[in-house]
């Protein structure tokens, strides 16, 4: 497999909760790749920490836990601090095949692009892509896979996601891809497979509460920061 | 003085003197403190001079008094919740950073205490 530059100073950066048995497994593809990796420990209670410096990664311990996105952030604010321009992320789970990640890098490292997501809605229940489908149709964007934690993100997108505007986001789809769209940076999708989930259970979809929860945010979320368009391009519609 | 009156009075100076010993042994911000006292003052004044709404509600062209208190009440309440709950969001941001940030040195603190024993094995 490909290793990558490091003039391009890509980190890879994992939230990981409760994911020991996974984790290792993870880390060691991507440091096979030449890539530094940074895990970020959202208050497990089992030996993720351990398991992933074991396996090569720089480890956060969060000091208190602060979900999916809190613990993506603090990848974000660790890049901008030390000077990384590009991050890339993936789920601790195994789902997301570092084979990819090459296809993914390539249009955020020649600056086509400032965000790549590696899209993969074949994994969708039909549920999640109807309620998908009318979160896209309220929030008036038209990627397929929002939910999809397999990213790239430049430089403009790095300083974005770091800044206290993302902080009072939740989760890392919708809300993060309003905000990236609505401060004029690009997105673009490109088409992956994933494997399932061996271990554990999502951690978005763990119990009908967390569902609701989900859902009525996002739906808020897609009405209230709908993409924002400028006077030429409501012209051009 | 009627009864009522001694008792509004009473509730008023009650619920006056409680906030003002509040603020005064610091279990208020200065920020806050001035909100209650803005409430404390309203309490005492119709708690002493009942008849304040009634001149209020004819000068405004409300036909039930009382009603003015109580909607005046409710909007305060409406406005206060409405301010904590914009409260509650910025704090709720700057623990995130907070975490976020500690976090991060707590890491970068343990790094370089190993570079050091490192270096002083050497």
New interface residues.
């Given amino acids: 497999m490909k290793k990558f530059d490091k003039n391009n100073k890509i980190l890879v950066v994992i939230p990981a909760r409760n994911e020991e048995k996974t984790i290792d497994k993870v880390v060691e593809e991507i440091r096979n790749l030449d890539l530094p990796v940074l895990v970020?420990d959202d208050g497990s209670s089992d030996g993720t920490a351990t398991v992933a410096r074991m396996a090569g990664a720089?480890?956060?311990?969060?000091?208190?836990p602060?979900g999916t996105w809190?613990a993506l952030?603090?990848g974000f604010?660790?890049a901008m601090?030390h000077n990384y321009h590009v991050v890339v992320t993936v789920d601790a789970d195994g789902q997301h095949s570092p084979i990819y990640l090459e296809k993914l890098l390539e249009p955020v490292i020649s600056n086509t692009v400032d965000v790549t997501i590696g899209m993969y809605p074949e994994r969708l229940s039909k549920a999640r892509k109807a309620a998908l489908f009318v979160f896209r149709y309220l929030a008036g964007i038209n990627y397929y896979d929002l939910t999809s934690g397999m990213r790239v993100y430049g430089p403009r997108a790095i300083k974005l996601l770091s800044s206290?505007q993302a902080?009072?986001i939740d989760y890392q789809d919708i809300g993060i891809l309003l905000l990236i769209l609505n401060n004029g940076l690009n997105i673009k999708e490109i088409p992956v497979t994933m494997n399932n989930r061996t271990h554990g259970k999502s951690r978005l979809f763990n119990s009908w509460f967390a569902v609701c929860k989900y859902i009525f945010y996002s739906l808020l979320l897609s009405i209230g920061k709908r993409k924002i368009l400028t006077f030429n391009q409501s012209k051009e519609k | 003085m009627a009864l009522y009156n001694i008792i509004t009075a009473i509730l008023g100076l009650i619920l006056a003197a409680g906030i003002f010993i509040l603020i005064r042994k610091d279990y208020l911000h200065p920020i806050y403190s001035l909100w209650w006292l803005f409430i404390a003052i309203g309490a005492l004044s119709f708690g002493v001079y009942p008849k304040l709404s009634d001149i209020l509600a004819s000068k405004l062209s409300v036909g039930y008094p009382p009603i003015l208190i109580i909607v005046v009440a409710l909007v305060l309440i409406f406005a206060k919740s409405l301010i904590m709950d914009i409260e509650r969001t910025k704090n709720k941001c700057t623990l995130r950073k907070l975490v976020q940030e500690v976090s991060i040195l707590k890491e970068e603190l343990e790094c370089l205490k190993s570079q050091i024993k490192q270096i002083e094995k050497k």
Avoid: K, P, Y
């Fill in positions: 970020v720089e480890v956060i311990s969060l000091v208190h602060l809190g952030q603090t604010r660790f601090w206290e902080t009072t």
